[in-house]
Structures are given as C-alpha cells and as structure tokens.
Nanobody
C-alpha cells in the first residue's frame, strides 16, 4: 500500500518560489503517471502537472513555464518546482496517481501566495 506525504508548502510573496516534495512510503515505480493536484477554497480540484514513469511531463496551461515537475523513482519521490508564483496559485497541493486513487490521498501542503 502506497502512502503519500507532501511537504514544502508555505507563505510566499508573488514572484517567489517554492519546491514541493511528495514522498511515497512504497514504490511508485509501478505507477505510470504521477500528478500534482491543487484545490483552492471554493474551487474544484485540478491537475496542474503530471509525469510519466519515463519522465515525460505535462502541465496545465496556467502554470506552463513556471512549474517544473520531476520524479526520482529510486527515492520514491516526486517534486514540483514552482517559480514566479501568483496569487491564484494559492491552494492546497497534493500528489497522487493519474488518474487519482482514493486511497493515495494525503493531507497535502498549503501554498499561500500573498503580498
């Protein structure tokens, strides 16, 4: 059973950067596609980035050029480097498989972009 733990969130000013990490208790190698999801208050959850086992990435249009997702299968960890953060990036960020599996949802990490 895989358990996912997110970390790295925080309070940052617009234009700032954060690096999120998602550590898995079990192997994620068998999971072909891992994704970072976010949910802002009053809004639906959205997939912002995902990466295949071989490292092919795909991004939501609003984060292209600002966010970079990577994965280290040996460390069972995925990352999300977020640069040039905007107010609208404020949300709880969680990682999961793509499509998501209910049993994989963790607590997430809060990202707040505020001046």
């Amino acid at each position: 059973q895989v358990q996912l733990v997110e970390s790295g969130g925080g309070l940052v000013q617009p234009g700032g950067s954060l690096r999120l990490s998602c550590a898995a208790s079990g192997s994620i190698f068998s999971i072909n596609s891992m994704g970072w999801y976010r949910q802002a208050p009053g809004k639906e959850r959205e997939l912002v980035a995902h990466i295949t086992r071989s490292g092919i990435t795909n991004y939501k249009d609003s984060v292209k050029g600002r966010f970079t997702m990577s994965r280290d299968n040996a460390k069972n960890t995925v990352y999300l480097q977020m640069n040039s953060l905007k107010l609208e990036d404020t949300a709880v960020y969680r990682c999961n498989a793509v499509p998501p599996r209910f049993e994989y949802w963790g607590q997430g990490t809060q990202v707040t972009v505020s001046s």
